[in-house]
């Protein structure tokens, strides 16, 4: 049974940094593709980063922002979120979606707070 949990989250200033962690078991993380998503109160889902091998997505409003990376050898996907704006506030969400890409697992989610 895989696993996805997410942790890291918190409440952070404006202009703060924060780093999420998502730890998912299974086999060859190394060629799983690992997203992590945001959702604000009373919204739809949103898909912020993606890590599939050595290629990377993101969405157009954390660009230069955000960085996905990941550790291959601790199942861990890290998402580094600098210069946070207050619209960043919400729950992010880490997804494993496997090599074939037939099964998809969530996290928790981690609650983001901006605000001063």
């Known amino acids: 049974q895989v696993q996805v949990v997410e942790s890291g989250g918190g409440l952070v200033q404006p202009g703060g940094s924060l780093t999420l962690s998502c730890v998912a078991s299974?086999?060859?993380?190394?060629?799983?593709?690992m997203r992590w998503y945001w959702q604000a109160p009373g919204k739809q889902r949103v898909l912020v980063a993606s890590s599939t091998g050595g290629s990377t997505y993101y969405a157009d409003s954390v660009k230069g922002r955000f960085t996905i990376s990941r550790d291959n050898a601790k199942n861990t996907v890290y998402l580094q979120m600098n210069k946070l704006k207050p619209e960043d506030t919400g729950v992010y969400y880490c997804?494993?979606?496997?090599?074939?890409?037939?099964?998809?697992?969530w996290g928790q989610g981690t609650q983001v707070t901006v605000s001063s």
């Open positions: 997804n494993r979606v496997s090599s074939d890409g037939r099964t998809s697992h």
């Open positions: 299974g086999s060859y993380f190394s060629i799983t593709t």
